[in-house]
C-alpha cells in the first residue's frame, strides 16, 4: 500500500525559503517506479504542478518556478524535499506530495496535503 | 503550457440523473504512435486530496464505479457521471500528461439539485 506523507512549516513570511518533506512507503525510488512529485493548490483555486524527480536523479520542474524550486531524494530514508524560495502571498496553499507510475504521467497517490501560509 | 479550460464551472443534478462535465485543451493530446490521448480525470472531495478516476481520456483507474466514464480525443473530452449518488459531490478536474509541464483545468463544482 502506498502512502505520501507531508512534514515541513505551516506559516513562512515572505521572502523566506519553503522546505516541504514527503515521507513515502509501499514503493521504493527504482527503475521498476515512476516518481515522486509535488502538486500545489492555493485556496479555491486550480491545482499546479510544481516538481517531479525519478530514481536516476532526472528532475522535471515547472519552467514558470524553475529559478526558486529544488526538489532533491533521499532514498535511503525514503523521502524527497521540495525547496521554494522568495516566498511571496500568491505561494500561499495545500502542497500534496504525489506518486507518478512508471507507465504514464498520472499521480496515482496523494498525500493528504500541507497546508502553507506566508503572512508577515 | 498547454492549457486547460472546463466547463461548467459548477453544476447541480438531481440524484440518479446525469452529470457532465467538459474539458477542452489548448493543443490535441492525441499521440500519434500509440492513438492514445493523454488526458485524466481526478475527483477531489472537501478536505481531501483529488483522487484519480480516469487516464488515457477513457480508461478507468481501479477500483472507480463504472457510473464514471471518459470520452474525447484530440482537444475536446468529457467526464459522465451516469447516474449521481450523494457520494459524487465534489470537484473534478482534468489534467494533460501529454508533456511538461503537466497542466490542469481549474475545476467544475458537482453539486445535488
Known amino acids: 500500500q502506498i502512502t505520501l506523507k507531508e512534514s515541513g512549516p505551516t506559516l513562512v513570511k515572505p521572502t523566506q525559503t519553503l522546505t516541504l518533506t514527503c515521507t513515502f512507503s509501499?514503493?521504493?525510488?527504482?527503475?521498476?517506479?515512476?516518481?515522486v512529485g509535488w502538486i500545489r493548490q492555493p485556496p479555491g483555486k486550480a491545482l499546479e504542478w510544481l516538481a517531479l524527480i525519478y530514481w536516476d536523479d532526472d528532475r522535471r520542474l515547472n519552467p514558470s518556478l524553475k529559478s526558486r524550486l529544488t526538489i532533491t531524494k533521499d532514498t535511503s530514508k525514503n523521502q524527497v524535499a521540495l525547496t521554494l524560495t522568495n516566498m511571496g502571498l500568491v505561494d500561499t496553499g495545500t502542497y500534496y506530495c504525489?506518486?507518478?507510475?512508471?507507465?504514464?504521467?498520472?499521480?496515482?497517490?496523494w498525500g493528504q496535503g500541507a497546508l502553507v501560509t506566508v503572512s508577515s | 503550457d498547454i492549457v486547460m479550460t472546463q466547463s461548467p464551472d459548477s453544476l447541480a443534478v438531481s440524484l440518479g440523473e446525469r452529470a457532465t462535465i467538459n474539458c477542452k485543451s489548448s493543443?490535441?493530446?492525441?499521440?500519434?504512435?500509440?492513438?492514445?490521448?493523454?488526458l485524466a480525470w481526478y475527483q477531489q472531495k472537501s478536505g481531501q486530496p483529488p483522487k484519480l478516476l480516469i487516464y488515457?481520456?477513457?480508461a478507468r483507474e481501479s477500483g472507480v464505479p463504472d457510473r464514471f466514464s471518459g470520452s474525447g480525443s484530440g482537444t475536446d473530452f468529457t467526464l459522465t457521471i451516469s447516474s449521481l449518488q450523494a457520494e459524487d459531490v465534489a470537484v473534478y478536474s482534468c489534467?494533460?500528461?501529454?508533456?511538461?509541464?503537466?497542466?490542469f483545468g481549474q475545476g467544475t463544482k458537482v453539486e445535488i439539485k
Open positions: 489534467q494533460q500528461h501529454y508533456t511538461t509541464p503537466w497542466t
Open positions: 509501499g514503493f521504493s525510488l527504482s527503475p521498476s517506479d515512476g516518481g
Open positions: 493543443q490535441s493530446l492525441l499521440f500519434d504512435s500509440n492513438n492514445k490521448n493523454y
Open positions: 488515457w481520456a477513457s
Open positions: 504525489v506518486h507518478r507510475p512508471i507507465t504514464w504521467a498520472v499521480f496515482d497517490f
